[in-house]
C-alpha cells in the first residue's frame, strides 16, 4: 500500500502526551494548556497517546479536544496487543481509548510495542484484519505500528503487511549506529518499502538535552546560543520520510524552545556534524546502561520500579560509589517489589525497546543495595 499521509501538513514536531508535568503525583492541567495552545499556535497538529499511558488520553480529551475544533489536530493511540484476552477483546482497547479521548475517531491507530514476538500474537489475535476494518469504517484513518525489535523483524513485518501506513521508531543520534537498536538500517528499511514514519526517543530521554550530560560542555561551546536538545532535532529534521517528531517534552519552557528549533530549522552543517561524532564518542566513554525511562516495563508483574533502578545503578556506574544511593534505592521501593523479587519471568526484556538485558542489571543491583 502507498501510504496517503500528507507529510506536508503536520508539523515537524510532534507533542507526546507520555511524559506531562505533575505536581504533587497529578496532571499539572494549567500547564498542559499552555502548552498545547502553544503548540497549536505554532502550527503543530500532532498528538500522541496511548491506552497504556497513564492518564495520557484522558489528558488529551481535557486540554485539546474539548476546547479546539477536532478537524485542526490528529491523534495518535496505540492498541496494546500483548494485553489482548477473551476478558479484553480488540473491541475494548479501542472503544475505551474512543470514550477517554472524548472523540469518535482517532487519526493514527498503531498495534503498540511491536517485535517478532508480538507481530505473531497480532497475526493471532487478528488485529490487523481489525485494523483495516476499523478504517473501512472510518473509524481510525492510518494503520501503523510502534516497533520495538531488530531491523530484520522490521523488514519482515513489513513486507507481510503491506497495509502498513506508518511505523513509529526510536530513532536519534547515538542510536543511529549504536548496534543495540541501529535506527540507521531502519531508516533505510522504511525508506526500501516506502513508509513515512514518527520518531520516539529522539533525546535519548532527555540525555541528549541536558545540561548537565557529559555532551553539553561539547555542544555549548561549539554554539552557546543554542540549546543542547537543539542538535538531536536538528539531526533528525534533516531526514526524509519523517511525519512528525515526539521529543518528550515535559515543561513549557521544553516546548518552547522545541517550536523555535522547528520554526527556523536549518540542518547540520558538515562542521556540526563532526561535532555530533565528537559527542558519540563522549557517550561511548561513559559508563552507563542505555535506558532511555521510557517505563514500558512499568507493568511488571511483581512492581518493581525497573527504569528507577536501572538509573540508580547508572549513577553507581558513573560515580563509582554508593553513597547516598541506600537511601535512594529504599526509597524508590517502598510499597514496591525489590530488586531481589525479580521472578526472571521476561516481561521487561519482551517490551523493552532498548532490549536491555534487564534480569542481569537487576541481579547486580539486588547485590549492591538488597
Known amino acids: 500500500m502507498t501510504s496517503t499521509i500528507q507529510i506536508e501538513k503536520i508539523g515537524k514536531l510532534g507533542f507526546g502526551y507520555m511524559r506531562l508535568p505533575k505536581i504533587d503525583g497529578k496532571l499539572d492541567t494549567e500547564q498542559v494548556i499552555k502548552m498545547a495552545d502553544a503548540f497549536l499556535s505554532s502550527g503543530g497538529t500532532y498528538f500522541d497517546a496511548a491506552y497504556v499511558y497513564d492518564g495520557a488520553e484522558v489528558a488529551l480529551r481535557e486540554t485539546v ?49 511491536i517485535n517478532s514476538k508480538s507481530s505473531k500474537l497480532a497475526e493471532e489475535n487478528g488485529a490487523w484484519e481489525y485494523l483495516a476494518k476499523l478504517k473501512e469504517q472510518g473509524i481510525i484513518r492510518h494503520i501503523g505500528f510502534s516497533f520495538h525489535g531488530p531491523p530484520d523483524d522490521l523488514d519482515e513485518i513489513l513486507t507481510k503487511h503491506p497495509e502498513t501506513e506508518f511505523v513509529q521508531i526510536q530513532l536519534n543520534y547515538w542510536d543511529w549506529d549504536n548496534p543495540d537498536v541501529n535506527s540507521r538500517r531502519m531508516y533505510e528499511i522504511l525508506t526500501k518499502h516506502g513508509v513515512p514514519f514518527t520518531i520516539m526517543v529522539p533525546l535519548l530521554g532527555g540525555k541528549l538535552a541536558s545540561n548537565d550530560s557529559p555532551i553539553a560542555e561539547l555542544l555549548l561551546k561549539a554554539n552557546p546560543n543554542v540549546s543542547v536538545a537543539s542538535w538531536a532535532l536538528r539531526f533528525i529534521g534533516q531526514l526524509d520520510g519523517v511525519i512528525t517528531t515526539l521529543s518528550g517534552m515535559s515543561t513549557y519552557e521544553q516546548m518552547l524552545d522545541n517550536i523555535e528549533i522547528y520554526s ?62 541506600d537511601g535512594a534505592y529504599n526509597w524508590m521501593s517502598s510499597g514496591k517489589g525489590k530488586a531481589k523479587d525479580c521472578t526472571a519471568c521476561g516481561f521487561c526484556e519482551d517490551v523493552c525497546p532498548q532490549r536491555l538485558q534487564i534480569i542481569e542489571v537487576l541481579g547486580k543491583v539486588s547485590a549492591m543495595f538488597d
Open 65 to 113: 479536544v474539548n476546547r479546539h475544533p477536532r478537524e485542526s489536530f490528529q491523534i495518535a493511540s496505540k492498541l496494546p496487543v500483548g494485553m489482548v484476552n477473551a476478558e479484553r477483546p480488540l473491541e475494548h482497547f479501542l472503544e475505551t481509548s474512543l470514550e477517554r479521548l472524548g472523540t469518535d475517531y482517532i487519526d493514527f491507530y498503531l498495534l503498540h510495542g
Open 264 to 325: 527556523d530549522y536549518k540542518p547540520l552543517d558538515a562542521d556540526e556534524l563532526k561535532v555530533i561524532d565528537q559527542a558519540i564518542e563522549i557517550l561511548k566513554a561513559v559508563p552507563r546502561i542505555q535506558c532511555t525511562s521510557c517505563e514500558y516495563c512499568k507493568d511488571c508483574p511483581i512492581n518493581i520500579p525497573i527504569s528507577s533502578f536501572i538509573n540508580l545503578y547508572n549513577d553507581y556506574l558513573v560515580h563509582n560509589t554508593t553513597e547516598n544511593l
